[in-house]
């Protein structure tokens, strides 16, 4: 079978493998799609801190069961899946008390463990997530990023009559608003600096965007949720200017949700946190409830995804795609990277 490997930053290369063998309690997966993501893009440049080379990256993946293991008696042949990618201890404090996906010894395929860009992966059948065989390869790929947005959702709580900003349109950031809109959200709007980027939030049903390169974010705030402003934030970027304007535009007693992902460290006026009373929560990944619920969404038409994915290329070109990407400049959402 094939398997791509990135050897080093900014070297990839395909080759063959022999299939792998299934433990009695593990599923083989036919990978059909392959998502890539920002973090994945850091490790090709050699920007993730905490991967090693060599890598086999992929942990947003939807794909076809092809083989069970003898103690697999809850899925079938032919059932289409992803699943989830954590590799966690099950004995540190987070784990013994629910609360595995922050695991203190937390490994994820793709990144401290290999991922699934080959052409046939073997998953322990727990961390399979079926979906339901209406759902296209892109969608059950798109599952993954969906979840990191419900478990995001799910720092705040209740967001139903809630007035959300959201800053950043990227993937994640999209997705965080329109779960916000399908879970009851009054108001959502989301920012960003790229117009590709406000175009295709638009696409996908977000009605209230704002370009802050040519709006007053101020003024926007203002125009579309009054004078109550926002019950809560959701920091989608992980730069600087974006958590200081989450600070600053927060309206007191507000909340503010860190999903960005920060490559440098931030500084953050305390000063306004502690007289404003505001309450700064990060978000990690998911766990599997978070998959369910993204299942769920997507199985009742309440999150829009094919707007997204805005390239798609076979796995035979996986070694140029991230250099590919590059050359887009900024005019690229989500990338599929296809296995037929």
């Not at 990978?31 to 890598?55: A, L, M, N």
């Not at 609360?99 to 961390?127: E, S, W």
């Not at 720092?155 to 139903?160: C, E």
């Not at 290329?313 to 900024?330: C, K, M, W």
Request: with cysteine; glycine share 10%; charged share 20%.
């Amino acid at each position: 079978m094939k398997q791509a490997v990135v050897k080093a930053p900014g070297e990839i290369i395909i080759r063959d493998v022999p299939r792998p063998e299934i433990k009695p309690d593990q599923v083989l997966l036919a990978v059909k799609r392959i998502g890539v993501c920002g973090s994945d893009i850091h490790v090709y440049h050699g920007e993730h801190p905490y991967t090693p080379y060599p890598v086999v990256q992929g942990h947003e993946v939807s794909g076809v069961i092809v083989e069970l293991g003898e103690e697999v008696n809850n899925l079938q042949i032919g059932d289409q899946a992803t699943f989830t990618p954590q590799i966690v201890c099950g004995e540190c404090y987070p784990c013994r008390h629910g609360r595995y996906h922050i695991c203190d010894n937390l490994k994820v395929m793709g990144f401290q463990a290999n991922g699934a860009a080959q052409t046939y992966f073997p998953v322990d059948y727990q961390k399979i997530v079926k979906v339901p065989a209406s759902f296209s390869l892109d969608e059950a790929a798109m599952i993954e990023p969906l979840a990191v947005a419900v478990h995001a959702l799910s720092r705040y709580g209740d967001v139903s009559g809630q007035g959300v900003l959201v800053l950043g349109a990227g993937t994640i950031g999209n997705l965080v608003a329109q779960v916000a809109g399908a879970m009851g959200a009054k108001r959502v709007m989301i920012t960003d600096i790229s117009a590709f980027k406000i175009e295709k939030a638009r696409e996908c049903g977000i009605a209230n965007v704002c370009n802050v390169r040519k709006e007053d974010l101020e003024t926007k705030i203002h125009e579309v949720f009054g004078d109550d402003k926002i019950d809560v934030i959701f920091e989608c970027v992980g730069v600087q200017e974006t958590i200081f304007q989450a600070v600053q535009f927060a309206r007191k007693g507000s909340s503010i949700i860190i999903v960005g992902v920060f490559g440098e460290v931030p500084r953050v006026d305390l000063g306004l946190v502690q007289d404003r009373e505001l309450v700064l929560k990060g978000t990690l990944m998911y766990q599997r409830e978070d998959y369910e619920r993204a299942v769920e969404l997507v199985g009742r038409g309440a999150v829009n995804l094919a707007p997204m994915i805005t390239h798609r290329y076979p796995f035979n070109t996986y070694p140029s795609v991230y250099d590919e990407i590059a050359r887009l400049e900024g005019e690229v959402l989500k990338v599929m990277i296809a296995i037929d």
